[in-house]
């Protein structure tokens, strides 16, 4: 395990929309049946409701919303969907046959295979794939994306659905089938839906990574041994391998890392190169989408870039962030065999075995990140270290800046940690910890034996 692979525990993309308000009501929401093993649980944004996926001991399946049971079928696939109004959707299937329920009952068709359902960031709309599969693997016309209750054209083969940040577009990778002939076997070509238009053909693309504000999409394309950057339909940057694009936080600039040539890796801001190193890491973009920093190296020092600013070199880095403020960088550093974190120009003690990308409070000033010590995980704020624990999932500051809470296990239980205080130990946390606007409570989702609850602590002074 590297020493940044947990990053992505702590680092969550913020969505554009207005998030749901989260409840702060403690309330048991669903108690599972004994003959019942509860899977895929998941809890609404808003705290309110439960859905899980349950598994009879005679091998059935049903989704049950709070304490209603969904009709029961051979196989449930995994993939809850959370729509606007509490309501569910998700896979079901009986005789070999797939459909999606929606809200306790069927929509639509069947088919041979059925994607899982997507709703659109406003919960208003729904998008998946089907297949008929009744062509085999010749059929040009096998499969369509399902977009709000319309059917899209027939393509050899359709990707998942990836919807814009206004809800209004949707963009999916296909595969087009070409009739076979005398000197050529059918074969296929790749492109990129956005909404009904088809984009150019090539022989790979990579899913289309959307905008966080409005409906920008930016994707790879593969011809040969050349990939180009394809951002709103039109190709900014061609090279022998690519990095997935990074857009900044406004929706209006892309950055990814490229190479043209072994042995030497280019940072693209906006299809220009800003620098060139033996190695780059993806880009971090900072809140006004005028800053990046992203990992570097040359020979055997590794750094960190800030814009075209070099930072201390070090044996090893990870990834860095960029503080909300935009002024201060955060990153995992390596000295010998050691990890430790550096905070602008202060430098963390050389104590760890493993760390993750810090995560920086929102007054940016302080930092919270999950490290490995004496091989037993901890929390780190700043420079104070928590209790020793088995494993580790998701931290959050408060508004004000001034108190972290986490989930971790210990002792084969999960807790919710406010202030490196443990609180009441359960089964299973489901969610990451939610605070309220005054920072004085944590609210989440978790399981005790067969209950499924909303939970709110109060943080202490």
Same mark, same amino acid.
């Given at each position: ?31 599972? *049946?004994?003959?019942? =093993? ?8 808003? +705290? ?18 709070? #304490?209603? #049971? ?6 449930? $696939? ?34 041979? =295979? ?28 096998? /499969? ?28 999916? =990778? ?23 238009? !088809? ?26 041994? =050349? ?6 339909? #039109?190709? !900014? ?10 857009? $900044? ?15 030497? /890796? ?15 890491? *993806? ?6 989408? #005028? ?27 990870? %990834? ?22 550096? !905070?602008?120009?202060?430098? +963390? ?27 037993? /995980? ?23 800046? %001034?108190?972290?809470? /986490? ?55």
């Amino acid at each position: 395990m590297s020493a940044f692979a947990l990053a992505s525990l702590l680092v969550a993309a913020a969505l554009p929309q207005a998030k749901p308000k989260v409840s702060f009501e403690e309330k048991s929401l669903a108690i599972v *049946d004994d003959d019942v =093993t509860p899977k895929d649980i998941t809890f609404s944004p808003d +705290g309110k409701n439960v859905a899980y996926r349950g598994i009879r001991t005679n091998g059935r399946m049903f989704v049950a919303v709070n #304490k209603q #049971k969904g009709p029961e079928y051979e196989n449930v $696939s995994e993939g809850i969907s959370w729509g606007s109004g509490g309501k569910v959707a998700y896979r079901a299937a009986n005789g070999g046959q797939w459909q999606i329920v929606v809200g306790g009952a069927p929509m639509g068709g069947s088919y041979q =295979t059925v994607g899982k359902p997507v709703y659109s960031p406003d919960g208003s709309k729904m998008a998946f794939e089907v297949s008929r599969g009744v062509g085999g693997a010749n059929d040009s016309k096998g /499969w369509c994306m399902m977009v709000a209750g319309q059917k899209g054209p027939d393509f050899a083969a359709c990707g998942p659905p990836v919807w814009a940040a206004d809800s209004q577009l949707v963009a999916y =990778t296909v595969r087009i089938g070409k009739a076979g002939t005398a000197q050529r076997a059918f074969y296929t070509t790749h492109a990129v839906v956005i909404g009904t238009k !088809v984009g150019p053909e090539s022989e790979e693309v990579s899913t289309p990574l959307m905008a966080p504000v409005g409906h920008g999409v930016a994707y790879r394309s593969r011809d040969g041994e =050349t990939w180009s950057m394809v951002v709103d339909g #039109k190709t !900014v940057f061609q090279a022998t391998d690519m990095g997935e694009p990074f857009w $900044s936080p406004d929706g209006k600039r892309v950055a990814f890392k490229a190479s043209k040539e072994i042995g030497k /890796w280019m940072m693209v801001v906006d299809g220009k190169v800003m620098a060139t190193h033996s190695l780059v890491g *993806d880009p971090d973009w900072s809140n006004d989408s #005028k800053k990046i920093a992203f990992m570097a190296q040359d020979g055997a020092e590794a750094f960190v870039m800030l814009g075209d600013q070099k930072l201390a070199t070090f044996p090893g880095v990870g %990834t860095p962030v960029i503080s909300p403020d935009g002024i201060t960088v955060a990153f995992p550093a390596r000295e010998t065999t050691k990890w430790m974190v550096v !905070v602008g120009d202060k430098r +963390g003690a050389p104590d760890y075995e493993i760390l993750n990308t810090p995560l920086f409070s929102p007054d940016g000033k302080r930092v919270a990140y999950f490290a490995m010590w004496k091989f037993k /995980w901890i929390m780190v704020i700043d420079d104070a270290k928590s209790e020793m624990l088995d494993q580790v999932g998701h931290v959050a500051w408060n508004p004000q800046s %001034t108190k972290a809470a /986490w989930t971790a296990a210990k002792d084969g239980k999960w807790y919710m940690i406010v202030q490196y205080r443990r609180n009441e130990a359960f089964d299973e946390i489901v969610t990451p910890p939610h605070w309220n606007a005054e920072g004085t409570k944590v609210a989440f989702g978790a399981r005790k034996g067969a209950d499924l609850s909303w939970r709110v602590i109060t943080a202490p002074e």
